[in-house]
């Protein structure tokens, strides 16, 4: 038995450029995984074209109106159910008058959807964001208002809700002890 370690290894031409092949082939296969995934999956675009003129509407003719297309971008076919235009906290969100095909509608890759929203019911300055729906639950939105609005509304919501809890328990406890003073 000889002293251990004591052998040097020359490592090869060859075998320097094996590694670097191995690895050059590692990182790409692996950059080609992860766009194949992002690729893959369900895109939706939207658009929003304010100030339309309607034509042709029997109801809406010659009057200006905002439309909302939702476009797949994506490459798998995905099933639109709802659509809204979400309103600010003490506005209502306003569904689409028109859609054109139906909602609920499938879109494979590169169809769209038309919708035009009832110009006497949507006033652009009360919309937060333009929501989408898909079959699967998710939500599509695209912004309308400001970020400094949206934070306003969403706080004004939290507050409106914690103060109509805080008076349910004040009826709760007001209740209770009203069954205490009878007994």
């Known amino acids: 038995m000889g002293k251990m370690g004591s052998e040097t290894h020359t490592v090869k031409t060859s ?4 590694a670097i092949i191995a690895i050059y082939g590692a990182v790409l296969s692996t950059i080609i995984f992860g766009r194949q995934l992002l690729s893959d999956r369900a895109k939706i675009k939207l658009k929003v074209a304010k100030n339309i003129l309607i034509t ?23 099933t639109i159910t709802t659509c809204w235009g979400v309103g600010l906290n003490p506005y209502s969100s306003v569904a689409p008058a028109i859609t054109t095909p139906e909602l609920p509608c499938e879109l494979t890759e590169g169809q769209f959807i038309a919708m035009t929203f009832d110009p006497d019911e949507l006033n652009i300055s009360e919309i937060d964001y333009w ?9 599509y939105k695209l912004r309308e208002a400001p970020l400094y609005k949206h934070w306003i509304s969403r706080w004004q919501l939290w507050r409106s809700r914690r103060k109509t809890k805080a ?17």
Do not use: C, F, Q
């Not at 075998?15 to 094996?18: L, R, V």
């Open 15 to 18: 075998e320097i450029i094996t």
């Open 56 to 78: 042709g509407n029997v109801h809406y003719d010659g009057e200006l109106s905002t439309g909302l297309e939702v476009i797949n971008t994506g490459r798998r076919p995905m």
């Open 167 to 183: 008076v349910y328990k004040l009826a709760e406890r007001l209740k209770e002890d009203e069954e205490r003073r009878k007994k």
């Open 131 to 139: 929501a989408v729906w898909d079959s699967h639950g998710r939500r």
